[in-house]
């Protein structure tokens, strides 16, 4: 007989959470990643008050920030940083293209990646 007072167990209460043979998963979360998975960053920006230097689209884009380097690969989350002097580079279908640089922004949002230098 089921107790109609029993409480459900809270792992299953948090949204996005269900559970399959006694273990939480978090199906929402799967979902999200899968349908934001691309091949390839849709664009690729990276330009100074006077001269852009990348403006396509691309594979990855590798950088150094004052953690360490880190890569921006396709479904990257929402992201802004401040580089630190070193090298960027974009890897496309084309090959890597690399850019020294002293210090920069860099702005990912919705596969869209911006990065302004000398500033």
Known sequence: MQDDN???????EK???QTTDDKPTNLGLLNDIQKDDKSA??????????????????DSV???NLTGPFDILPGHKNFMTLLD?????VRS???AQKLKIERGVMHVRNNVVEVFLDV
Do not use: F, H, T, W
């Open 15 to 17: 949204p996005g959470m």
């Open 6 to 12: 029993a409480q459900p167990d809270k792992e299953s």
């Open 93 to 95: 279908k084309n090959g």
């Open 62 to 64: 590798s950088a150094v």
């Open 41 to 58: 960053l849709s664009k690729v920006k990276i330009y100074s008050p006077y001269r852009i230097y990348y403006d396509d689209a691309a």
């Open 85 to 89: 002097r070193g090298e960027i580079v």
